[in-house]
C-alpha cells in the first residue's frame, strides 16, 4: 500500500487512549514528538480524552497533542475507534498513554506498513524500571504467546487504516482484551492478501509497570486465574476492574 497521494494528510496518525492520564502524558507526549520529529513524513498525534476528571484534555493540548478529541464513555475499545475516527492518514498507530516508543520502532512500523506486505501488527513490550517476580513472568510469557500467536499488546498496535475500517475497529462489546480480537481479525482480513501480521523485536515498547505497584501478588494472581476461567468476563466493565478501577495511591 503506498502513502496517501494527499499531500495535506499526515502520513500516519498515532492514536493514544487517555482515561486520567494528565500524569503521565507529558513524558508519553515528548517520547511520540522526538518519534515524529525523527522519522521522515508527517505524522499526527490524536489524543482521546476518555471522559476524564483530571487536567488529561488541557495537559494533551499543551504538551503536543496535534488533536484532542473527546469520549464520553469510558472505554478503551471506544477511545481508540474515536480516535481513529478523527484520522486522514492511511496508516494508524495505537499507544497507550503510559508507554514510550523510541523512533527506530515508529520508523519499522511504517516502514513494515508501506512495503505493501504487511496488514499491521505489534512490538514486543518491556516494563519501565524495576519489575518483582510476578512482572518478570508476566511479561516474559506474554512476549512468547505474543510472537508465536502473532497478537499485538495494546500498549502499541500498528495496522492499515483501510484494515481497520473493513473489520470494523476495536471491538466496543470488550472492555478488555479488544486488542486481541482486533489482531485476530487483521490477520484473517490480511491472509487472503497475502498480507502478514509482524510483532517486532527491536526496539521494544517501553511501557509503565504501574500496576504492579498498584496491586498486591496475590491480587495480580487472582485476577489473571479470574479471567482463565471466566474469559467472557471482558464483556462486563464492573468484572474489568483491574483495567478500570485505580487505588489511592498516597506520596
Known sequence: MKADPDHSAPRYSIVVPAYNEAAELPETLAALRAAVGAVPGRGEIIVVDNNSSDETAQVAATHGADQVVFEPVNQIARARNAGAA???APFLIFVDADTRIPAELLAESLRQLESGRCVGGGSVIQF???INRVGRCA?????RVSRLTHTAAGSYLFCRADAFAAVGGFDQKLYASEEVRLSRLLRKWGKPRGLCFPILTEPPARTS???LQWYSTPQMLGWIFFMLLF??????RRLCGFWYRRPEVHP
Open 139 to 143: 511479561i516474559g510469557l506474554w512476549k
Open 209 to 211: 509497570a504501574r500496576k
Open 128 to 130: 519501565e524500571g524495576e
Open 231 to 236: 474469559p467472557l468476563a471482558v464483556r462486563w
Open 86 to 88: 478523527f484520522s486522514r
